[in-house]
């Protein structure tokens, strides 16, 4: 472990200890605080007069503002067709939101503002983030959230729960797409550009996997979000004879490395991970090498899919928001809050909408399909929702600048792998 990781561990630890500290320190909650509606459905925290209240701790400034404005927006618009159509038992749903501009003081902040005002939170952005707060959701704050988020460090909470594959495991399938489908083979190196922190090291441990799996080398370049150009990474792993590599970073990052690249004559397949991507990338000088050699592993399939829930949605997101691109944050931010809507509403059937209820009815959901690919199961907190990955490349000339190259599935060393 080098000084550098062992020194962002640590205080995430010593930060996530404060927060545990301070959240014991300003409220302590039994089940004294429920109350029972008119209706006889027993609730709590996040709900006021007939307004069920959630979170969204998104980045609407930082490495993911493409990303988190789509996000919320998407949610938005959920909560406004639900609402629509009469609610939740009774209730109308409102969505607070908070900019962190992807700043670890403004994520755990904003945390700490809404939990006490909020259900649960329905969005939020950012692995290490989450990952600071996961022992307080999980010790007394027990708010079910749907992050943003696909570390596999997040598993094994009831309350936090990954929708789609984890980060390593959808890098075990983007590896094995270079293996099949782009000529990598045993004795190659694969390069690894990721980012420090929960995501990139998470996304990390899969490569590795697959490396040992299929007898590859991997080339480890790790950077801050705060790193925007890509040439010295790009300079170490032409200089190592890299083959293909992976990025686990943000769009920024991921259109500097293959730009770069396409620069310096260095043509090797490069493939990111779900969030280091976004269509405006396509409309710079980067643009063209993105769709020569980029390829990205989603969890789901794009927002310009042939399907007609995908169709639904580019309407009713064009109605609502006609000036704003479409890309894949718009899938992600409709799945989560579809997915806590539903939780909501089986929650509403059982009468409990406390935050634990809501919590144990989302466990019951064992196949979510909204029509976007692979069908999600909630059941197993210690298990990610799906294994199945999506291989997408950059097109320019398709609704939301993604076409799929590879239908959803699970490779073989995703299927039997165990974090």
Known sequence: MTTTTYATRTAAGALAALLLLAGCSSKAKDDDGDKQSAGGVKTGEGISGKTITLGALTDMTGVYATLGKSVTQAQ?????????????????????VRDHGYDPQKAV??????????????????????????QRVDGQDKGLVLPQAW????????????????????TINAVDFLIKEKGIKKGDKIGHVYFEGDYGESALVGSKHMAKEAGLTVVE?????????????????????VKAIVISAGPRQAASLVGVAAAGGFDVPIIGNNSAFAPQLLA???????????????????????????????????????????????????????????ALKKACKN???????????????????????????????????????VILRPDKSVTGGMKVVREAEASEAAKTYNP
């Open 221 to 241: 370049q790790k950077i801050k979000p705060t790193d925007n150009d890509m040439t010295a990474q790009v300079a170490a792993l032409k200089q190592a004879d």
């Open 76 to 96: 938005q618009l959920y909560v406004k067709q639900l609402n629509a159509a009469g609610g939740v038992c009774g209730y109308k749903v409102a969505l607070s």
């Open 351 to 389: 009468k409990d909408l406390t935050r634990e209820g809501v919590d144990r009815a989302l466990l019951t959901i064992n196949t979510f399909d909204l029509g976007f690919g692979p069908t999600q199961d909630f059941t197993d907190p210690k298990s990610a929702s799906s294994r199945e990955s």
């Open 151 to 170: 570390s596999a460090a997040l598993l094994g909470s009831p309350y936090i729960r990954v929708i789609g594959s984890t980060y390593d495991i959808e």
């Open 109 to 134: 902040s904003g945390y700490t503002e809404l939990e006490p005002k909020v259900l649960g939170f329905a969005q939020f952005i950012g692995s290490p983030f989450v990952a600071a707060v996961k």
């Open 284 to 342: 710079t000088q980067a643009g063209p090498a993105l769709m020569k050699n980029y390829y990205v592993a989603s969890p789901s399939l794009p927002i310009g899919a042939d399907t007609p829930e995908a169709k639904k949605l580019v309407a009713d997101y064009q109605a609502a928001y006609p000036n704003d691109a479409l890309d894949n944050g718009i899938v992600a931010g409709w799945t989560a809050a579809s997915a806590f809507g539903e």
